[in-house]
């Protein structure tokens, strides 16, 4: 008798406790020995995937030796949390920034994040300074905020290279509000007006190297990735108006850059990623990678680590998520729709487990398996905005489990993120305020 899909995933899938039972993350311990584990989510706003995520990376951390943690975030917001977390020196100081004020805010001002934010405070308490995890942005959006930092920077070691960077920076200065205009300025004047001025900058801060490190090496770090995020974003945003593909590879291979300027950045490091699925997910295996050409920082983190990279996706049939109607609308409670017969996530839905993980890798998935999972099905990808009446044209995309991913967490039931601003009635202004700080 031939055996459907669903039943061969029964037998070669690992049934998963409640995120809150230790032994849950125990079952992710094969991935240790990676010196990166990406892990993605299938939205931006699903509490599951971001509990889950955070026990995986404890014990990571806590048994495996991992030490950074790379957010799909910006840097300068990053670096806040990282300083509360590591309990820097230099921490007191940054007590009234509010971070991640900008859409889409419950993406890291959530419930969800700020356990783990907490955690990390407390198990960093107990070990040295030099081996505490760090936590780090690795996105581009932060044009303003970075170009502020390098100069903030510069006027506490090279007062004479602030004013410098203060000139350079001022061809960007008037987009800082709004950076997508700068794009269309530029491609209207025929030339990119700031690219030489924002790569001179990063240049000359470079050369300096050796003498602004004497002075504070973690200080000079943060100056750098800053300086890097304004060279790469002003790039972006002259992409945007040449393809979709252009500017998504430019952002991804930030993110990757970014990574192993951290990896160099600290002995003996080892690296988990928070990003979403379709940043995480080897683009080589997915419609967006096979007929636009797009790369990820997946792919890239494959090409140069090879089996030393472990890719963990996750993905849920029906419940809530947090997300908008559109870019830069108010948050919302939105009922996702079940998955389409057509996509892996029906079979996933179809074994009647609610909670399972699947190794996908050759030799430790059942080849019957594996020989249906390569055919190639819809896959469902939800970010910060949802749009369930188009959701075949908006949110799926073909692509190829096995080669996309290492493993893949399932929830066949999945919740909302308990956002800080709207589902949390009875919380004390005080703490979203001031968050991470909750003083």
Same mark, same amino acid.
């Given at each position: #008798?031939?055996r !459907?899909?669903?039943?061969?995933?029964?037998?070669?899938?690992?049934?998963?406790?409640?995120?809150?039972?230790? /032994?849950? &993350?125990?079952?992710?311990?094969?991935?240790? /020995?990676?010196?990166?584990?990406?892990?993605?989510?299938?939205?931006?706003?699903?509490?599951?995937f971001?509990?889950?995520?955070?026990?995986?990376?404890?014990?990571?951390?806590?048994?495996?030796?991992?030490?950074?943690?790379? @957010?799909?975030?910006?840097?300068?917001?990053?670096?806040?949390?990282?300083?509360?977390?590591?309990?820097? $020196?230099?921490?007191? *100081?940054?007590?009234?920034?509010?971070?991640?004020?900008?859409? $889409?805010?419950?993406?890291?001002?959530?419930?969800?994040?700020?356990?783990?934010?907490?955690?990390?405070?407390?198990?960093?308490?107990?070990?040295?300074?030099?081996?505490?995890?760090?936590?780090?942005?690795?996105?581009?959006?932060?044009m303003?905020?970075?170009?502020?930092?390098?100069?903030? %920077?510069?006027?506490?070691?090279?007062?004479?290279?602030?004013?410098?960077?203060?000139?350079? %920076?001022?061809?960007?200065? $008037?987009?800082?509000?709004?950076?997508?205009?700068?794009?269309?300025?530029?491609?209207?004047?025929?030339?990119? #007006?700031?690219e030489?001025?924002?790569?001179d900058?990063?240049?000359?801060?470079?050369?300096?190297?050796? *003498?602004?490190?004497?002075?504070?090496?973690?200080?000079?770090?943060? &100056?750098?990735?800053?300086?890097?995020?304004?060279?790469?974003?002003?790039?972006?945003?002259?992409?945007?108006y040449?393809?979709?593909?252009? !500017?998504?590879?430019?952002?991804?291979?930030?993110?990757?850059?970014?990574?192993?300027?951290?990896?160099?950045?600290?002995?003996?490091?080892?690296?988990?990623?928070? &990003?979403?699925?379709?940043?995480?997910?080897?683009?080589?295996?997915?419609?967006?990678?096979?007929?636009?050409?797009?790369?990820?920082i997946?792919?890239?983190?494959?090409?140069?680590?090879?089996?030393?990279? *472990?890719?963990?996706?996750?993905?849920?049939?029906?419940?809530?998520?947090? &997300?908008?109607?559109?870019?830069?609308?108010?948050?919302?409670?939105?009922?996702?729709?079940?998955?389409?017969?057509?996509?892996?996530e029906? @079979?996933?839905?179809?074994?009647?487990?609610?909670?399972? #993980?699947?190794?996908?890798?050759?030799?430790?998935?059942?080849?019957?398996?594996?020989?249906? @999972?390569?055919?190639?099905?819809?896959e469902?990808?939800?970010?910060?905005?949802?749009?369930?009446?188009?959701?075949?044209?908006?949110? %799926?995309? #073909?692509s190829?489990?096995?080669?996309?991913?290492?493993?893949?967490?399932?929830?066949?039931?999945?919740?909302?993120?308990?956002a800080?601003?709207?589902?949390?009635?009875?919380?004390?202004? *005080?703490?979203?305020?001031?968050?991470?700080?909750?003083?």
């Amino acid at each position: #008798m031939v055996r !459907s899909v669903p039943q061969l995933l029964r037998e070669a899938v690992t049934k998963l406790p409640d995120i809150s039972d230790k /032994s849950f &993350a125990s079952h992710f311990d094969a991935f240790g /020995s990676s010196r990166v584990v990406l892990i993605g989510d299938a939205s931006h706003g699903t509490s599951e995937f971001y509990r889950a995520r955070a026990a995986i990376t404890q014990r990571l951390i806590q048994e495996h030796g991992f030490n950074i943690v790379c @957010l799909e975030s910006d840097w300068p917001d990053a670096r806040v949390i990282d300083r509360y977390c590591r309990q820097s $020196p230099s921490t007191k *100081s940054f007590h009234e920034i509010s971070v991640f004020k900008h859409f $889409p805010q419950w993406m890291w001002r959530n419930l969800e994040f700020q356990g783990f934010v907490d955690w990390l405070r407390k198990y960093n308490a107990g070990v040295p300074y030099e081996q505490r995890a760090g936590i780090h942005g690795m996105d581009l959006y932060s044009m303003s905020a970075s170009m502020k930092s390098v100069i903030k %920077y510069l006027e506490q070691v090279d007062p004479e290279m602030a004013q410098l960077a203060k000139k350079r %920076y001022s061809c960007l200065a $008037p987009y800082g509000d709004n950076p997508a205009k700068y794009g269309a300025v530029s491609l209207h004047k025929g030339y990119a #007006m700031c690219e030489q001025k924002v790569v001179d900058m990063l240049k000359d801060l470079l050369k300096k190297r050796l *003498s602004y490190t004497a002075k504070d090496g973690e200080d000079f770090l943060d &100056a750098e990735m800053n300086a890097r995020t304004v060279q790469d974003s002003e790039q972006y945003y002259r992409a945007m108006y040449y393809g979709r593909d252009e !500017s998504w590879n430019l952002r991804d291979t930030h993110m990757f850059t970014t990574l192993m300027r951290l990896l160099k950045s600290r002995p003996n490091s080892k690296a988990v990623v928070w &990003a979403h699925n379709s940043h995480v997910g080897d683009a080589r295996y997915t419609g967006k990678g096979e007929s636009r050409n797009e790369l990820n920082i997946g792919q890239l983190c494959k090409e140069q680590f090879g089996s030393s990279c *472990s890719i963990i996706g996750c993905g849920s049939h029906t419940g809530t998520v947090a &997300a908008a109607d559109e870019w830069d609308d108010p948050m919302r409670i939105m009922r996702v729709n079940p998955s389409r017969e057509d996509s892996y996530e029906r @079979l996933m839905h179809n074994t009647g487990i609610p909670t399972f #993980m699947l190794d996908l890798r050759e030799g430790r998935l059942a080849d019957s398996v594996r020989k249906e @999972l390569m055919n190639k099905r819809l896959e469902r990808f939800i970010g910060v905005i949802y749009r369930p009446d188009t959701e075949r044209w908006s949110h %799926y995309s #073909m692509s190829c489990l096995p080669k996309q991913f290492d493993a893949y967490v399932w929830f066949d039931e999945s919740s909302a993120v308990s956002a800080f601003e709207t589902a949390q009635p009875n919380e004390p202004a *005080s703490v979203g305020e001031t968050y991470p700080f909750g003083v």
